[in-house]
């Protein structure tokens, strides 16, 4: 009755080890509360990583009324569309299409966004997202 030799919680290496009731539990909860930490600290990880790449992906593309400028616009028209040699007299882009449609028949598939681009021989109307002349008129 007195021989007892200590209950074993554990193996390792095919030996037992002793171990108390309360070290076992402690040992068991830094155990839950590494893995639990490694776990949130991969998702948190995965998650922005996905954020990211939808960011770049999805939202980041569409284009933005500061960052074209003249140049690049006309350099894009140019590749599809034969520019006349004469200097551009003013280019703008469609803040209302609603208000230009009802002013002109020639304004009546404008949307919002499209590059509306002016020589002394023509007009052109742009939309540079989609590299697509919607109308021309030549004077």
Do not use: C, H
């Not at 990211?52 to 939202?59: A, E, G, M, P, T």
């Not at 028209?77 to 449609?101: D, H, T």
Request: charged letters at 20%; hydrophobic letters at 40%.
């Amino acid at each position: 009755m007195y021989n007892k030799k200590p209950k074993t919680k554990s193996t390792y290496n095919n030996e037992k080890l002793p171990l108390s009731g309360n070290l076992y539990k402690k040992n068991k909860r830094r155990i839950s509360f590494a893995k639990l930490f490694k776990l949130v600290f991969a998702s948190v990880a995965f998650l922005s990583l996905t954020f990211i790449v939808i960011y770049v992906v999805f939202l980041n593309n569409k284009t933005n009324a500061e960052s074209v400028n003249q140049g690049t616009v006309l350099t894009q028209l140019s590749k599809n569309f034969v520019l006349p040699e004469e200097e551009v007299v003013s280019m703008m882009r469609v803040s209302n299409a609603k208000e230009l449609s009802s002013q002109d028949t020639f304004y009546k598939n404008v949307k919002n966004g499209d590059y509306i681009i002016v020589y002394k021989s023509m007009v052109i109307i742009y939309n540079f997202d989609k590299n697509l002349v919607e109308n021309v008129r030549t004077y």
